[in-house]
């Protein structure tokens, strides 16, 4: 095992875990936490996130986490370490996602680094396409990646195939559309405009009308009534989510919940981090501090999911 200073070690998982918070998720939900144990990264899935009415299987979920772990093995290899990955290593921890150990030296290929240098740059296209071919040579590079990951991309060129991922579009989002509750959901995490949180899809990040395609392709509306229902619509979602978890019907229930320190574990260093870009702090020095909040506060804004337990050493990251 090659040998390393403290003060590398830390610059590079910090470097890591940075990078990692621009990994794209469903409606960026962010759904993960981490920790830190030497030079070992624990990424965890915070089922706290998750669409509990989208995403029933936490197949999203699981997906997200997945993105996350790959920001962090390609930010690594940016700084010459070959990750040691470890994918759901405890089966009596589900929420584990992965481990991943700072390995030896490597250096990095251009094809790493040209990748690396896209993870800020990187967003989600959530409106029609232009009718342009794509070359059939960018196509294959596409399908090769994929199967390098593991996973299998299978184009759709036939114009009757596409026709008909239309038509099962179309039916999806008509049948969706009809569900308030899942409707509420959806908008929950769409960030209206002026919004200042981190999380969810920002405003500029789609069309507040959706341009009509051919064949039809219904796009996700995550601009619905913002103006006159977004926030009656929040307090009363997170209101009923609240009365859910408590398994009570109590006439009134507070918006805020404290956040209870987790226990303490050896060799496991308890930091906290601020997802307004401000550097690490020991959370000893910091008690109460919430992602995006100010020192001593455990108060979370209406656009975010109520607070609870973390294990010491968890670092949530949102972007901006």
């Known amino acids: 095992m090659i040998s390393r200073t403290a003060e590398h070690r830390d610059r590079v998982i910090q470097g890591a875990l940075e990078a990692?918070?621009?990994?794209?998720?469903?409606?960026?939900?962010?759904?993960?936490?981490?920790?830190?144990?030497?030079?070992?990264?624990?990424?965890?899935?915070?089922?706290?996130r998750k669409l509990r009415l989208g995403d029933p299987s936490d197949r999203e979920l699981l997906i997200s986490c997945g993105a996350a772990l790959f920001t962090i093995r390609t930010a690594l290899r940016c700084e010459?370490?070959?990750?040691?990955?470890?994918?759901?290593?405890?089966?009596?921890?589900?929420?584990?996602?992965?481990?991943?150990?700072?390995?030896?030296?490597?250096e990095a290929d251009e094809r790493?680094?040209?990748?690396?240098?896209?993870i800020e740059r990187r967003r989600t296209h959530r409106a029609g396409f232009t009718d342009l071919p794509v070359p059939e040579r960018l196509m294959d590079g596409l399908v090769r990646e994929a199967r390098d990951e593991g996973a299998r991309l299978t184009p759709v060129r036939s114009p009757v195939a596409v026709a008909m991922l239309a038509a099962l579009t179309q039916a999806a989002q008509g049948a969706q559309s009809q569900d308030r509750v899942l409707t509420l959901e959806l908008i929950r995490w769409a960030r209206p405009p002026g919004s200042s949180r981190r999380d969810g899809v920002p405003a500029e990040g789609y069309p507040r009308t959706a341009p009509p395609t051919d064949p039809g392709f219904p796009q996700r509306d995550y601009a619905w009534r913002h103006e006159a229902f977004h926030t009656q619509a929040l307090e009363t979602y997170h209101l009923g989510h609240h009365v859910r978890r408590q398994g009570e019907r109590p006439q009134?229930?507070?918006?805020?919940?404290?956040?209870?320190?987790?226990?303490?574990?050896?060799?496991?260093?308890?930091?906290?981090y601020d997802a307004r870009g401000a550097p690490p702090v020991d959370a000893e020095h910091a008690p109460g501090r919430a992602a995006g909040g100010a020192p001593g506060s455990s108060r979370r804004g209406p656009g975010h999911p109520r607070p609870r337990s973390r294990p010491a050493g968890g670092r949530r990251l949102r972007r901006q």
């Open 112 to 118: 790493v680094r040209a990748m690396g240098r896209q």
């Open 252 to 272: 009134v229930a507070a918006r805020a919940a404290p956040v209870r320190a987790g226990p303490r574990r050896a060799g496991v260093r308890n930091w906290s």
């Open 80 to 106: 010459g370490v070959e990750p040691v990955v470890r994918v759901l290593p405890d089966p009596d921890r589900p929420s584990l996602v992965a481990t991943i150990t700072l390995g030896e030296a490597a």
């Open 20 to 48: 990692a918070r621009w990994a794209p998720s469903v409606h960026n939900t962010q759904p993960w936490s981490f920790a830190i144990s030497g030079e070992e990264i624990s990424l965890r899935a915070d089922v706290d």
